[in-house]
């Protein structure tokens, strides 16, 4: 498959790390299918980029905790994608007092149900093709556990063990399955914190500094390349040091 071009859909794309993976992916002239839900006007910039170089690319709307709408996004394109970022999720911070059946069935289903079964309707365009990439975002909480997020270290936690198995299975298929599991990251979820609380988290990171989206980005391309094909079932950490 080194010689083909090779379509890729990332869920999530209109989120901060889904972009950057978005346009580093354009950038290489991989033709994209951006998936969104609600917020497809931030994909604007990522459909400009790609026009300007000429790389075809398309969004595409979906609530993934619904199985049926995955089913009908993935009958929307005319080329199966061969290549998968699983990015698409949400966080939630509280003590697990707090936590509601709704709280927690949301979760699940965005985090752990929508990668399962948006893996599942991608997988028989690879297994004919005998080749495929699959990236799953995970957390550094999926790694470690948070105090005051656990629900969501619990989903993170989950994409890592569905990682591992499905690289057992899909590996004699020529389909490779990662995960990545980033520390703190500029933008997105650190939205949430405070300047000092900020601060604090940067001071306990050996590196001195957040990490950028478009480092997870570069991780993430790297991994859906024909060059990676003997790395799979594999958790990598891009933390700066902050959890080894």
């Known amino acids: ?14 989120g901060e790390l889904g972009q950057a993976v978005s346009i580093a992916l354009a950038k290489r002239g991989i033709p994209l299918y951006l998936h969104y839900h609600l917020a497809g006007d931030k994909l604007q910039g990522i459909l400009r980029l790609a026009s300007e170089l000429g790389v075809p690319a398309y969004p ?8 049926q709408q995955v089913h009908r996004m993935f009958g929307q394109m005319p080329v199966k994608p061969l290549l ?12 697990i007092h707090d936590v509601t059946p709704e709280q927690f069935d949301n979760l ?4 752990v149900r929508a990668p399962f079964f948006v893996t599942q309707a991608a997988l028989p365009a690879m297994i004919q093709a005998k080749y495929g990439r699959i990236v ?3 957390s550094i909480w999926g790694l470690t556990g948070s105090a005051c997020e656990v629900l969501y270290s619990t989903t993170k936690g989950a994409v ?6 499905l690289a057992k299975e899909l590996a004699p298929s020529g389909i490779s399955v990662n995960a990545i599991a980033p520390g703190a990251i500029e933008g997105g979820m650190m939205n949430r914190f405070s300047p000092e609380d900020v601060q604090e988290i940067v001071e306990a990171i050996p590196a001195g500094r957040l990490g950028r989206p478009e480092e997870v980005a ?14 799979t079932g594999q958790v990598i950490s891009p933390n700066g040091g902050w959890y080894t």
């Open 1 to 14: 498959m080194r010689g083909e071009t090779m379509w890729g859909l990332v869920t999530g794309a209109s």
């Open 60 to 67: 595409l709307q979906a609530d993934l905790r619904d199985p």
């Open 84 to 95: 998968l970022v699983n990015n698409a999720a949400v966080d939630h911070v509280g003590l």
């Open 108 to 111: 699940v289903h965005i985090n």
């Open 136 to 138: 799953n975002l995970s």
């Open 160 to 165: 890592l063990a569905f990682t591992k198995a």
């Open 218 to 231: 570069s991780l993430a391309v790297y991994l859906l390349s024909p060059e990676a094909g003997y790395i």
